[in-house]
């Protein structure tokens, strides 16, 4: 089916299911200069989208984004340096560290 058949289903605008393609959350099925064609997995995939951004209470942008962060180790690297710089996200403890804890505390409980 084509877009227009397609957003109705969805119950959304044409323009905002290519606002989801542009963002790249439809599966790549297009062929050079054709037209978009939407069969049900195609739907069933950005029902899906939807339904996360919905359960999350994020918007398509942010979606997009957490997707590129899983797929780009960089992204996921940079994200991950600035959730530990504003204290979003705690840095694991290293084995050592725990091992020195433990031993501390032992000392510390000594007579």
Same mark, same amino acid.
């Given at each position: ?29 297009? @062929?050079?200069?054709?037209?978009? &064609?939407?069969?049900? !997995?195609?739907? *069933? #995939?950005? +029902? ?5 951004? %919905? ?6 942008? @942010?979606?997009?984004?957490?997707? &590129?962060?899983?797929? !780009?180790?960089? *992204? #996921?690297? +940079? ?5 530990? %710089? ?26």
């Amino acid at each position: 089916m084509r877009i227009t058949e397609a957003a109705k289903r969805l119950g959304m605008s044409p323009r905002m299911l290519r606002y989801r393609e542009a963002l790249g959350l439809l599966p790549p099925v297009r @062929e050079r200069g054709a037209h978009r &064609r939407f069969g049900d !997995e195609e739907l *069933a #995939a950005v +029902a899906q989208g939807v339904e996360l951004e %919905r359960r999350f209470d994020i918007s398509p942008a @942010e979606l997009a984004f957490a997707l &590129r962060v899983m797929s !780009e180790p960089a *992204a #996921a690297q +940079a994200v991950r340096e600035f959730g530990l %710089r504003i204290g979003r996200i705690q840095a694991p403890r290293r084995a050592l560290d725990f091992e020195k804890e433990k031993a501390l505390r032992l000392l510390s409980n000594r007579p």
